[in-house]
């Protein structure tokens, strides 16, 4: 008797089409050349061998910590670091120093003025990492002026900055890359290849967190000897904001505790956490709804001598759903460090993730049909460094980057109408198509920005 193959199920469907799309998951997700071997670029690549110059403007802590980074990888990276810019005199050139310390080729100019970067014709691209109030004005204008752009997370302070810098993306081409280096983590992209191909059914819920205990209270960072009003152009730093006040050191250094600069955990950790997790839908969307809520009851400020206390809370939640049926339930807090397990909960099965690995587990019902399965030594793995070379990378070849502007205006939209409504103590719905955003009662509500509050 001639044997018959057994027709196939949507079980072996799914478990094949996850199989194919675990080996795509190893071309795509390797790709960056492995630092040190001095690997030649493809020669069919547009620029592939074309040497990429770049400026830093703004040079505080995360600044600096992009100077440190770029000049490790220099070599590989094939790029040449021109310029540092900083409204701070020290800064500034602490910056130039540290780069062309050992390096007997570098040339390098120290501005305080950004405009000055920007009027260079040599300079192709630039770190914008700055103060949150000053990303959109710099990174506009390095769009227009023909750079390319990385800019620190949260990509803007505002949520009509953020249709400002989409909007000088698509006009001039450029490429930006917002600083949520989770982006460039293999295991978030094996996740969007392993929703998309239905393992898990419809999303239901995702969730993550960021959480820290600071008993000093989160971002009292030491303040500096050579802080003062001469060092600094502080009127250069205050920039835009309405609540202009005189020289504050404590302003200076530990600006993400006031909302005039910062929206504090909103703007500092949770794009952390919803760049990647909204990256791994695989098909990342603007929310339909975003609540939030915040508290700053323990006041750890008290316990830091000459510290004001912060306007920020200190604990934050926000759900946002998404027209697919999505949530998201992100929680960050800087006075417990006890996470929420990150996961994304499908109707037919739900995704864990830990380290460089992903383990997906079916859903009771569908345990006949959906196959246990698990993902590990995904990489690379989370690192700014990986993050830097994928701006470069996509910058002489065309391609988006991992955190690029579709994603980030989608991410900065949830982040802007989270603190709305945590601000507000309002729900905040929101229609892309218009840009508007309403109340449950339909009512509008203007967007918060510059002017429109006290603390703004």
């Not at 079916?362 to 690379?380: G, K, T």
């Amino acid at each position: 008797m001639s044997q018959h193959q057994p027709t196939p199920t949507r079980r072996d469907f799914i478990k094949h089409a996850a199989t194919a799309t675990a080996v795509v998951a190893t071309v795509n997700l390797f790709k960056t050349p492995v630092y040190g071997q001095n690997k030649a670029p493809s020669a069919n690549v547009i620029g592939a061998n074309n040497k990429i110059v770049v400026g830093h403007i703004g040079v505080g802590g995360q600044g600096m910590a992009h100077v440190r980074t770029a000049k490790g990888q220099a070599a590989d990276a094939n790029i040449v670091q021109a310029a540092t810019c900083d409204v701070s005199k020290h800064r500034t050139a602490e910056a130039k120093a540290f780069i062309e310390k050992d390096n007997a080729s570098a040339k390098v100019q120290g501005y305080d003025d950004y405009k000055k970067v920007l009027d260079r014709s040599d300079i192709d691209a630039v770190f914008v990492t700055t103060v949150d109030h000053w990303h959109t004005k710099i990174a506009v204008d390095a769009l227009n002026a023909g750079k390319h752009v990385y800019v620190e997370k949260p990509m803007t302070r505002y949520l009509g900055e953020a249709f400002e810098i989409a909007d000088a993306v698509k006009k001039t081409g450029k490429k930006l890359q917002v600083g949520a280096q989770g982006c460039s983590d293999a295991k978030w992209h094996k996740t969007a290849e392993i929703i998309k191909s239905g393992a898990i059914g419809a999303m239901v819920l995702g969730q993550g967190s960021y959480m820290r205990n600071s008993p000093k209270g989160e971002w009292n960072y030491t303040i500096q000897p050579w802080a003062s009003a001469t060092d600094i152009s502080w009127k250069s730093w205050l920039g835009p904001v309405k609540k202009q006040v005189d020289f504050n050191a404590d302003h200076y250094f530990r600006w993400r505790k006031y909302y005039p600069y910062c929206a504090g955990l909103l703007g500092d950790l949770f794009p952390h956490r919803l760049h990647p997790l909204m990256l791994a839908t695989g098909n990342p969307e603007f929310p339909t709804r975003v609540v939030s809520l915040g508290s700053k009851k323990i006041r750890t400020d008290k316990n830091t001598p000459s510290s004001y206390e912060r306007d920020v809370p200190e604990t934050v939640q926000l759900i946002a759903e998404f027209p697919s049926g999505l949530n998201l339930m992100v929680a960050s807090a800087t006075v417990n460090e006890q996470g929420l397990p990150d996961m994304i909960r499908g109707h037919k099965g739900t995704l864990y993730f830990a380290g460089n690995r992903v383990e997906l587990k079916p859903e009771r019902p569908f345990a006949e049909e959906i196959d246990p399965q698990v993902w590990e030594n995904l990489l690379p793995g989370e690192s700014v460094q990986v993050h830097e070379r994928n701006w470069f990378d996509c910058i002489r070849n065309g391609k988006e980057p991992n955190a690029g502007i579709d994603l980030a205006l989608k991410v900065q939209t949830v982040i802007s109408l989270a603190e709305m409504s945590e601000r507000l103590s309002v729900m905040c719905l929101f229609d892309p198509k218009t840009r508007k955003v309403t109340d449950g009662t339909g009512r509008e509500i203007k967007p918060i920005t510059y002017g429109s509050t006290d603390l703004s």
